[in-house]
Protein backbone atom coordinates (compact mmCIF):
# COMPACT_ATOMS: atom_id res chain seq x y z
CA UNK A 1 0.00 0.00 0.00
CA UNK A 2 3.20 2.06 0.56
CA UNK A 3 4.41 1.98 -2.47
CA UNK A 4 0.88 2.50 -4.48
CA UNK A 5 0.30 5.49 -2.36
CA UNK A 6 3.71 6.95 -3.72
CA UNK A 7 2.90 5.66 -7.01
CA UNK A 8 -0.31 7.21 -7.19
CA UNK A 9 0.77 10.87 -5.80
CA UNK A 10 3.62 10.98 -8.34
CA UNK A 11 1.16 10.66 -10.93
CA UNK A 12 -1.38 13.28 -9.39
CA UNK A 13 1.55 16.12 -9.30
CA UNK A 14 2.24 14.74 -12.92
CA UNK A 15 -1.27 16.07 -13.56
CA UNK A 16 -3.13 12.55 -14.16
CA UNK A 17 -6.99 13.59 -13.68
CA UNK A 18 -7.55 10.10 -12.20
CA UNK A 19 -4.70 10.17 -9.72
CA UNK A 20 -5.54 13.28 -8.50
CA UNK A 21 -9.06 12.66 -7.79
CA UNK A 22 -8.19 9.51 -6.00
CA UNK A 23 -5.92 11.63 -3.66
CA UNK A 24 -7.46 14.91 -3.14
CA UNK A 25 -10.59 14.93 -1.00
CA UNK A 26 -11.36 18.67 -2.05
CA UNK A 27 -11.26 17.63 -5.83
CA UNK A 28 -13.68 14.55 -5.16
CA UNK A 29 -16.73 17.48 -4.16
CA UNK A 30 -17.29 17.37 -8.12
CA UNK A 31 -14.98 14.51 -9.92
CA UNK A 32 -16.90 14.30 -12.88
CA UNK A 33 -15.37 17.86 -14.81
CA UNK A 34 -12.23 15.86 -13.63
CA UNK A 35 -13.11 12.97 -14.96
CA UNK A 36 -13.69 14.69 -18.65
CA UNK A 37 -10.05 15.15 -19.33
CA UNK A 38 -9.96 11.74 -20.25
CA UNK A 39 -12.66 11.45 -22.11
CA UNK A 40 -10.56 12.29 -25.53
CA UNK A 41 -8.59 9.33 -24.74
CA UNK A 42 -9.98 6.20 -25.96
CA UNK A 43 -10.29 3.58 -25.85
CA UNK A 44 -8.09 3.47 -22.64
CA UNK A 45 -6.50 6.68 -20.56
CA UNK A 46 -3.63 6.48 -18.48
CA UNK A 47 -5.18 6.42 -14.87
CA UNK A 48 -3.77 6.30 -11.29
CA UNK A 49 -2.35 2.84 -11.49
CA UNK A 50 -3.26 1.65 -14.84
CA UNK A 51 -4.89 2.20 -17.74
CA UNK A 52 -8.79 2.94 -17.24
CA UNK A 53 -11.67 3.89 -19.41
CA UNK A 54 -14.36 6.61 -19.10
CA UNK A 55 -16.62 5.26 -22.55
CA UNK A 56 -19.54 3.50 -21.83
CA UNK A 57 -19.25 1.08 -24.78
CA UNK A 58 -15.34 0.17 -23.88
CA UNK A 59 -17.06 -0.43 -20.09
CA UNK A 60 -20.13 -2.25 -20.99
CA UNK A 61 -17.45 -4.96 -23.13
CA UNK A 62 -14.83 -5.43 -20.49
CA UNK A 63 -17.71 -6.09 -17.88
CA UNK A 64 -19.05 -8.60 -20.40
CA UNK A 65 -16.46 -10.08 -21.67
CA UNK A 66 -15.06 -13.59 -20.66
CA UNK A 67 -11.62 -12.45 -21.34
CA UNK A 68 -11.41 -10.50 -18.25
CA UNK A 69 -12.52 -11.59 -14.71
CA UNK A 70 -12.59 -10.15 -10.69
CA UNK A 71 -9.42 -9.15 -9.36
CA UNK A 72 -9.77 -11.46 -7.20
CA UNK A 73 -8.01 -11.09 -3.75
CA UNK A 74 -6.60 -7.82 -3.73
CA UNK A 75 -7.36 -6.51 -0.24
CA UNK A 76 -4.45 -8.63 0.87
CA UNK A 77 -2.84 -9.84 -2.00
CA UNK A 78 -0.77 -6.97 -2.50
CA UNK A 79 0.48 -6.23 0.73
CA UNK A 80 4.00 -7.15 1.44
CA UNK A 81 4.85 -9.79 3.69
CA UNK A 82 5.87 -7.99 6.59
CA UNK A 83 2.65 -5.74 6.18
CA UNK A 84 1.17 -9.45 6.59
CA UNK A 85 2.75 -10.16 9.72
CA UNK A 86 2.11 -6.92 11.12
CA UNK A 87 -1.87 -6.96 10.33
CA UNK A 88 -1.79 -10.82 11.68
CA UNK A 89 -0.16 -8.93 15.21
CA UNK A 90 -2.67 -5.85 15.15
CA UNK A 91 -5.64 -7.61 15.83
CA UNK A 92 -8.29 -10.02 14.58
CA UNK A 93 -7.60 -11.04 11.18
CA UNK A 94 -10.84 -12.03 9.11
CA UNK A 95 -10.52 -15.10 7.34
CA UNK A 96 -13.32 -14.26 5.37
CA UNK A 97 -14.47 -10.55 4.12
CA UNK A 98 -17.58 -10.01 2.13
CA UNK A 99 -14.84 -8.62 -1.38
CA UNK A 100 -12.32 -11.21 -1.13
CA UNK A 101 -13.04 -15.33 -2.79
CA UNK A 102 -15.03 -16.94 -2.26
CA UNK A 103 -17.31 -13.96 -1.98
CA UNK A 104 -19.34 -13.88 -5.16
CA UNK A 105 -18.30 -10.44 -6.58
CA UNK A 106 -14.80 -11.71 -6.14
CA UNK A 107 -14.53 -15.32 -8.19
CA UNK A 108 -15.11 -16.15 -12.07
CA UNK A 109 -17.32 -18.88 -13.20
CA UNK A 110 -17.59 -21.59 -12.67
CA UNK A 111 -18.00 -20.98 -8.74
CA UNK A 112 -19.41 -17.64 -9.31
CA UNK A 113 -22.33 -19.32 -10.94
CA UNK A 114 -22.72 -21.19 -8.08
CA UNK A 115 -23.05 -18.95 -5.09
CA UNK A 116 -24.99 -16.82 -7.00
CA UNK A 117 -27.72 -19.19 -8.01
CA UNK A 118 -28.40 -19.89 -4.76
CA UNK A 119 -29.28 -16.43 -3.38
CA UNK A 120 -30.37 -14.81 -7.07
CA UNK A 121 -34.24 -15.87 -6.02
CA UNK A 122 -34.36 -14.26 -3.02
CA UNK A 123 -33.54 -10.49 -4.76
CA UNK A 124 -35.29 -10.91 -8.13
CA UNK A 125 -37.88 -8.59 -9.16
CA UNK A 126 -40.70 -10.58 -7.46
CA UNK A 127 -39.44 -11.33 -4.43
CA UNK A 128 -38.61 -7.31 -4.16
CA UNK A 129 -42.25 -6.06 -5.11
CA UNK A 130 -43.78 -7.86 -2.03
CA UNK A 131 -41.22 -5.85 0.29
CA UNK A 132 -42.47 -2.68 -0.81
CA UNK A 133 -44.90 -2.29 1.36
CA UNK A 134 -43.11 -3.38 4.37
CA UNK A 135 -40.27 -1.01 3.19
CA UNK A 136 -43.10 2.50 3.64
CA UNK A 137 -43.67 1.31 6.51
CA UNK A 138 -40.28 1.36 8.16
CA UNK A 139 -39.80 4.73 5.92
CA UNK A 140 -42.60 6.44 7.36
CA UNK A 141 -41.98 4.54 11.04
CA UNK A 142 -38.45 6.60 10.46
CA UNK A 143 -40.00 9.91 9.55
CA UNK A 144 -41.84 9.79 12.53
CA UNK A 145 -38.60 9.48 14.63
CA UNK A 146 -36.79 12.09 12.51
CA UNK A 147 -40.05 15.12 13.08
CA UNK A 148 -39.73 14.15 16.37
CA UNK A 149 -35.92 14.70 17.07
CA UNK A 150 -36.93 17.58 14.69
CA UNK A 151 -39.01 19.18 17.33
CA UNK A 152 -36.14 18.99 19.64
CA UNK A 153 -33.48 21.05 17.48
CA UNK A 154 -34.67 23.92 15.88
CA UNK A 155 -36.29 21.75 13.36
CA UNK A 156 -32.65 20.40 11.68
CA UNK A 157 -31.48 17.06 11.95
CA UNK A 158 -28.63 15.23 9.90
CA UNK A 159 -31.22 12.73 7.03
CA UNK A 160 -27.77 11.08 6.08
CA UNK A 161 -26.98 9.61 9.60
CA UNK A 162 -30.83 9.54 10.76
CA UNK A 163 -32.91 8.34 7.80
CA UNK A 164 -30.71 7.40 4.68
CA UNK A 165 -28.42 5.45 6.83
CA UNK A 166 -31.19 3.93 8.73
CA UNK A 167 -33.12 2.43 5.88
CA UNK A 168 -31.40 0.18 3.93
CA UNK A 169 -29.52 -1.57 6.77
CA UNK A 170 -33.32 -2.09 8.59
CA UNK A 171 -34.48 -3.45 5.36
CA UNK A 172 -31.82 -5.53 4.58
CA UNK A 173 -31.47 -6.90 8.27
CA UNK A 174 -35.45 -8.06 8.53
CA UNK A 175 -34.74 -9.62 5.01
CA UNK A 176 -32.16 -11.63 6.21
CA UNK A 177 -33.25 -11.98 9.80
CA UNK A 178 -30.20 -10.25 11.37
CA UNK A 179 -31.38 -8.75 14.46
CA UNK A 180 -32.52 -5.48 13.80
CA UNK A 181 -30.61 -4.32 17.41
CA UNK A 182 -27.64 -4.88 15.42
CA UNK A 183 -28.14 -2.04 13.16
CA UNK A 184 -25.80 0.59 14.85
CA UNK A 185 -22.88 -1.88 15.17
CA UNK A 186 -23.23 -2.74 11.31
CA UNK A 187 -23.37 0.67 10.49
CA UNK A 188 -20.50 1.50 12.47
CA UNK A 189 -18.25 -2.03 10.87
CA UNK A 190 -19.37 -0.61 7.42
CA UNK A 191 -18.17 2.95 7.40
CA UNK A 192 -14.88 1.53 9.48
CA UNK A 193 -14.47 -1.15 6.72
CA UNK A 194 -15.92 0.73 3.71
CA UNK A 195 -12.25 2.28 2.28
CA UNK A 196 -11.46 -1.57 1.97
CA UNK A 197 -12.35 -1.12 -1.74
CA UNK A 198 -9.68 2.08 -2.06
CA UNK A 199 -6.40 1.91 -2.94
CA UNK A 200 -3.45 2.60 -1.51
CA UNK A 201 -4.77 3.24 2.46
CA UNK A 202 -2.55 4.80 4.62
CA UNK A 203 -1.23 2.58 7.45
CA UNK A 204 -3.76 3.50 10.12
CA UNK A 205 -6.93 3.45 7.94
CA UNK A 206 -5.87 0.28 6.55
CA UNK A 207 -5.29 -1.33 10.46
CA UNK A 208 -8.80 -0.24 11.03
CA UNK A 209 -10.22 -1.48 8.29
CA UNK A 210 -8.62 -5.09 9.40
CA UNK A 211 -9.73 -5.00 12.97
CA UNK A 212 -13.18 -3.52 12.15
CA UNK A 213 -13.58 -6.78 9.24
CA UNK A 214 -12.38 -9.84 11.22
CA UNK A 215 -15.15 -8.47 14.11
CA UNK A 216 -17.70 -8.64 11.80
CA UNK A 217 -16.38 -12.03 10.99
CA UNK A 218 -16.61 -13.17 14.28
CA UNK A 219 -20.07 -11.89 14.46
CA UNK A 220 -20.74 -13.60 11.48
CA UNK A 221 -19.83 -17.02 12.55
CA UNK A 222 -21.56 -17.09 15.74
CA UNK A 223 -24.08 -16.07 14.37
CA UNK A 224 -24.72 -18.07 11.84
CA UNK A 225 -24.03 -21.13 14.26
CA UNK A 226 -27.02 -19.86 15.98
CA UNK A 227 -29.13 -19.76 12.44
CA UNK A 228 -27.75 -23.37 12.11
CA UNK A 229 -29.15 -24.63 15.97
CA UNK A 230 -32.20 -22.38 15.74
CA UNK A 231 -33.12 -21.68 11.78
CA UNK A 232 -35.83 -19.19 11.34
CA UNK A 233 -38.10 -18.77 7.96
CA UNK A 234 -35.42 -16.28 6.09
CA UNK A 235 -33.01 -16.58 3.45
CA UNK A 236 -30.07 -17.22 5.76
CA UNK A 237 -31.37 -20.00 7.45
CA UNK A 238 -32.59 -21.52 4.54
CA UNK A 239 -29.13 -21.44 3.28
CA UNK A 240 -27.29 -22.96 6.46
CA UNK A 241 -29.20 -25.71 6.70
CA UNK A 242 -28.46 -26.57 3.04
CA UNK A 243 -24.33 -26.39 4.10
CA UNK A 244 -23.28 -29.41 2.62
CA UNK A 245 -19.15 -29.49 1.79
CA UNK A 246 -20.10 -31.60 -1.49
CA UNK A 247 -23.26 -31.14 -2.49
CA UNK A 248 -25.72 -28.40 -3.77
CA UNK A 249 -25.42 -25.72 -0.81
CA UNK A 250 -22.58 -23.48 0.67
CA UNK A 251 -19.40 -24.45 2.86
CA UNK A 252 -19.37 -22.89 5.65
CA UNK A 253 -16.53 -20.21 4.93
CA UNK A 254 -18.63 -19.96 1.58
CA UNK A 255 -21.91 -19.20 3.24
CA UNK A 256 -20.24 -16.16 5.97
CA UNK A 257 -18.51 -14.87 2.80
CA UNK A 258 -21.92 -14.40 1.18
CA UNK A 259 -23.64 -13.51 4.15
CA UNK A 260 -21.19 -10.91 4.73
CA UNK A 261 -21.23 -9.65 1.03
CA UNK A 262 -25.36 -9.44 0.77
CA UNK A 263 -25.77 -7.16 3.83
CA UNK A 264 -22.91 -5.36 3.50
CA UNK A 265 -23.55 -4.53 -0.22
CA UNK A 266 -27.56 -4.05 1.01
CA UNK A 267 -26.71 -1.23 3.73
CA UNK A 268 -23.55 0.28 2.43
CA UNK A 269 -24.31 1.93 -0.78
CA UNK A 270 -28.47 2.66 -1.03
CA UNK A 271 -27.39 4.82 1.98
CA UNK A 272 -25.94 6.85 -0.67
CA UNK A 273 -28.55 6.41 -3.16
CA UNK A 274 -31.02 8.40 -0.95
CA UNK A 275 -28.51 10.93 0.30
CA UNK A 276 -27.52 11.87 -2.97
CA UNK A 277 -31.26 11.90 -4.24
CA UNK A 278 -31.88 14.22 -1.87
CA UNK A 279 -28.71 16.52 -2.25
CA UNK A 280 -29.50 16.32 -6.33
CA UNK A 281 -33.12 17.25 -5.80
CA UNK A 282 -32.22 20.11 -3.15
CA UNK A 283 -30.11 21.80 -5.90
CA UNK A 284 -32.67 21.00 -8.90
CA UNK A 285 -36.15 22.60 -7.54
CA UNK A 286 -37.57 22.04 -10.56
CA UNK A 287 -37.10 18.58 -11.00
CA UNK A 288 -38.10 18.64 -8.12
CA UNK A 289 -41.57 20.10 -9.09
CA UNK A 290 -42.03 17.61 -11.69
CA UNK A 291 -42.11 14.93 -9.06
CA UNK A 292 -44.82 16.53 -6.81
CA UNK A 293 -46.78 17.16 -10.19
CA UNK A 294 -46.31 13.61 -10.97
CA UNK A 295 -45.01 10.98 -8.81
CA UNK A 296 -45.13 8.62 -11.67
CA UNK A 297 -41.64 10.00 -12.81
CA UNK A 298 -39.89 8.82 -9.39
CA UNK A 299 -38.96 5.67 -10.54
CA UNK A 300 -37.03 7.26 -13.45
CA UNK A 301 -35.85 10.02 -11.17
CA UNK A 302 -33.58 6.94 -9.14
CA UNK A 303 -32.12 5.65 -11.99
CA UNK A 304 -30.88 9.53 -12.85
CA UNK A 305 -29.75 9.61 -9.35
CA UNK A 306 -27.88 6.50 -10.34
CA UNK A 307 -26.51 8.20 -13.47
CA UNK A 308 -25.56 11.41 -12.42
CA UNK A 309 -24.21 10.48 -8.84
CA UNK A 310 -23.52 6.80 -8.66
CA UNK A 311 -22.75 5.27 -5.03
CA UNK A 312 -20.56 2.79 -6.55
CA UNK A 313 -17.78 5.07 -9.15
CA UNK A 314 -15.48 2.64 -10.03
CA UNK A 315 -14.77 -1.21 -10.74
CA UNK A 316 -12.10 -3.09 -11.82
CA UNK A 317 -11.02 -6.54 -14.15
CA UNK A 318 -8.16 -8.37 -14.88
CA UNK A 319 -7.22 -9.86 -18.44
CA UNK A 320 -7.05 -13.46 -17.82
CA UNK A 321 -5.41 -14.02 -20.79
CA UNK A 322 -3.96 -11.38 -23.58
CA UNK A 323 -7.05 -10.02 -25.72
CA UNK A 324 -7.69 -6.74 -26.98
CA UNK A 325 -9.73 -3.81 -26.03
CA UNK A 326 -11.31 -1.85 -28.67
CA UNK A 327 -8.14 -2.74 -30.98
CA UNK A 328 -6.01 -1.93 -28.10
CA UNK A 329 -3.80 -5.05 -26.65
CA UNK A 330 -3.93 -5.87 -23.04
CA UNK A 331 -1.33 -8.11 -21.38
CA UNK A 332 -2.44 -11.36 -19.73
CA UNK A 333 -3.03 -10.36 -15.68
CA UNK A 334 -3.58 -6.22 -16.56
CA UNK A 335 -5.67 -4.93 -14.53
CA UNK A 336 -8.25 -2.26 -15.91
CA UNK A 337 -10.35 0.29 -14.01
CA UNK A 338 -13.79 0.85 -14.72
CA UNK A 339 -14.84 4.63 -14.40
CA UNK A 340 -18.51 3.76 -13.99
CA UNK A 341 -19.15 6.94 -13.10
CA UNK A 342 -18.01 8.77 -15.94
CA UNK A 343 -19.30 6.09 -18.29
CA UNK A 344 -22.64 7.32 -17.59
CA UNK A 345 -21.60 10.88 -18.65
CA UNK A 346 -20.76 9.83 -22.25
CA UNK A 347 -21.89 12.46 -24.69
CA UNK A 348 -22.20 9.39 -26.84
CA UNK A 349 -24.97 7.72 -24.94
CA UNK A 350 -26.77 10.64 -22.83
CA UNK A 351 -27.51 13.96 -24.77
CA UNK A 352 -26.45 16.83 -22.58
CA UNK A 353 -24.75 14.47 -20.29
CA UNK A 354 -24.62 16.34 -16.73
CA UNK A 355 -27.87 17.40 -16.64
CA UNK A 356 -30.16 15.93 -14.47
CA UNK A 357 -33.21 15.34 -15.75
CA UNK A 358 -36.25 13.08 -14.30
CA UNK A 359 -37.67 13.14 -17.65
CA UNK A 360 -34.81 11.49 -19.50
CA UNK A 361 -35.82 8.91 -21.60
CA UNK A 362 -33.05 6.50 -21.11
CA UNK A 363 -31.73 7.39 -17.79
CA UNK A 364 -31.69 3.45 -16.96
CA UNK A 365 -28.95 2.98 -19.55
CA UNK A 366 -26.48 3.37 -16.99
CA UNK A 367 -24.17 1.49 -15.53
CA UNK A 368 -24.54 2.22 -11.71
CA UNK A 369 -25.01 -1.73 -11.30
CA UNK A 370 -22.51 -2.61 -13.26
CA UNK A 371 -23.14 -5.54 -16.17
CA UNK A 372 -22.91 -8.82 -17.63
CA UNK A 373 -22.62 -11.96 -15.00
CA UNK A 374 -21.61 -9.60 -11.85
CA UNK A 375 -24.49 -6.97 -12.52
CA UNK A 376 -25.88 -6.15 -9.02
CA UNK A 377 -27.65 -8.51 -7.02
CA UNK A 378 -29.59 -6.17 -5.60
CA UNK A 379 -30.46 -4.20 -8.20
CA UNK A 380 -34.09 -4.43 -7.79
CA UNK A 381 -33.89 -4.24 -4.45
CA UNK A 382 -31.87 -0.78 -4.14
CA UNK A 383 -34.28 0.50 -7.26
CA UNK A 384 -37.13 0.36 -5.17
CA UNK A 385 -36.02 1.17 -1.14
CA UNK A 386 -34.22 4.17 -3.25
CA UNK A 387 -38.18 5.12 -4.37
CA UNK A 388 -39.62 4.25 -1.26
CA UNK A 389 -36.94 6.20 0.61
CA UNK A 390 -36.90 9.80 -1.31
CA UNK A 391 -40.79 9.38 -2.55
CA UNK A 392 -41.89 9.22 0.81
CA UNK A 393 -39.35 12.21 2.56
CA UNK A 394 -40.41 14.24 -0.56
CA UNK A 395 -44.09 14.04 -0.15
CA UNK A 396 -44.39 14.31 3.58
CA UNK A 397 -42.02 17.16 4.16
CA UNK A 398 -42.60 19.54 0.97
CA UNK A 399 -40.65 22.37 2.95
CA UNK A 400 -37.30 20.12 2.69
CA UNK A 401 -34.32 21.97 2.56
CA UNK A 402 -30.79 21.75 3.54
CA UNK A 403 -29.65 23.10 6.57
CA UNK A 404 -25.66 23.83 5.98
CA UNK A 405 -23.08 22.15 3.29
CA UNK A 406 -23.10 18.79 4.86
CA UNK A 407 -19.77 16.45 4.35
CA UNK A 408 -19.14 13.77 1.62
CA UNK A 409 -17.45 10.45 2.71
CA UNK A 410 -13.66 10.22 2.09
CA UNK A 411 -14.01 7.10 0.30
CA UNK A 412 -13.17 7.19 -3.50
CA UNK A 413 -15.05 4.31 -5.05
CA UNK A 414 -17.96 4.70 -2.81
CA UNK A 415 -19.59 8.02 -3.23
CA UNK A 416 -22.56 9.60 -0.75
CA UNK A 417 -22.71 11.64 2.19
CA UNK A 418 -21.15 11.32 5.88
CA UNK A 419 -23.55 13.94 6.96
CA UNK A 420 -26.70 16.00 4.66
CA UNK A 421 -28.11 18.42 7.49
CA UNK A 422 -31.46 20.04 6.80
CA UNK A 423 -34.61 21.81 7.47
CA UNK A 424 -37.65 19.09 7.50
CA UNK A 425 -40.35 21.82 7.59
CA UNK A 426 -43.80 21.22 8.11
CA UNK A 427 -45.30 17.75 7.75
CA UNK A 428 -48.62 17.24 5.50
C1 LIG B 1 -22.68 -6.05 -7.36
C2 LIG B 1 -23.72 -1.33 -7.27
C3 LIG B 1 -27.17 -2.11 -3.96
C4 LIG B 1 -25.73 -6.69 -3.60
C5 LIG B 1 -22.71 -4.72 -7.66
C6 LIG B 1 -21.92 -4.09 -8.69
C7 LIG B 1 -22.20 -2.76 -8.64
C8 LIG B 1 -23.17 -2.55 -7.61
C9 LIG B 1 -21.59 -1.67 -9.53
C10 LIG B 1 -20.97 -4.80 -9.67
C11 LIG B 1 -19.56 -4.89 -9.17
C12 LIG B 1 -18.65 -5.45 -10.23
O1 LIG B 1 -19.10 -5.90 -11.30
O2 LIG B 1 -17.44 -5.42 -10.02
C13 LIG B 1 -24.74 -1.15 -6.36
C14 LIG B 1 -25.41 0.12 -6.12
C15 LIG B 1 -26.38 -0.11 -5.18
C16 LIG B 1 -26.33 -1.51 -4.85
C17 LIG B 1 -25.04 1.42 -6.80
C18 LIG B 1 -27.36 0.84 -4.55
C19 LIG B 1 -27.79 1.92 -5.11
C20 LIG B 1 -27.12 -3.43 -3.59
C21 LIG B 1 -28.01 -4.06 -2.65
C22 LIG B 1 -27.58 -5.33 -2.53
C23 LIG B 1 -26.45 -5.52 -3.42
C24 LIG B 1 -29.19 -3.42 -1.95
C25 LIG B 1 -28.24 -6.35 -1.63
C26 LIG B 1 -28.38 -7.55 -1.86
C27 LIG B 1 -24.77 -6.90 -4.57
C28 LIG B 1 -24.08 -8.16 -4.76
C29 LIG B 1 -23.21 -7.98 -5.85
C30 LIG B 1 -23.37 -6.60 -6.29
C31 LIG B 1 -24.27 -9.43 -3.95
C32 LIG B 1 -22.27 -9.01 -6.47
C33 LIG B 1 -22.98 -9.69 -7.59
C34 LIG B 1 -22.10 -10.68 -8.33
O3 LIG B 1 -20.88 -10.69 -8.15
O4 LIG B 1 -22.67 -11.49 -9.09
N1 LIG B 1 -23.48 -3.77 -7.03
N2 LIG B 1 -25.32 -2.10 -5.57
N3 LIG B 1 -26.20 -4.35 -4.05
N4 LIG B 1 -24.33 -5.98 -5.51
FE1 LIG B 1 -24.91 -4.07 -5.62
Redesign the pocket.
Known sequence: HGAMRVAIRARARAGNPDAQVMTDPALRADPYAHYERLRTAAPLADGALGRVSVHHDVCTDV?RSEDFG?IGAYRTDRLPPVLRLALRLAGPRPSVSPIDPP?????DPPE?TR??RL?SRA?SARAVAGLRERTRQIADELLDELEGEAAAQDGQVDLAARYASLL?VTV?SEMLGVPVAMREQFLAWGDRAAPVLDMGLDWSTHRDVERSLGELDSWWRGHLQQLRRDPGADLLSALVTTVDDDGGGLTETELRA?AA???G???E??V??IGNGAALLFAHPDQRRLLAEDPSLWPNAVDEV?RVD???QR???RARRSTTVHGVPVAEGEWLILL?AAADRDPRVFSDPHVFDVTRPNARDH?????????????A???M??EVALQALFERFPGLGPAGPGRRRGTVILRGHESLPVVLGSST
Open positions: LQSMVAVHYRVFPITLVVAGFTTNLLPPVTGRLLAFGSGIHFCLGALAREG
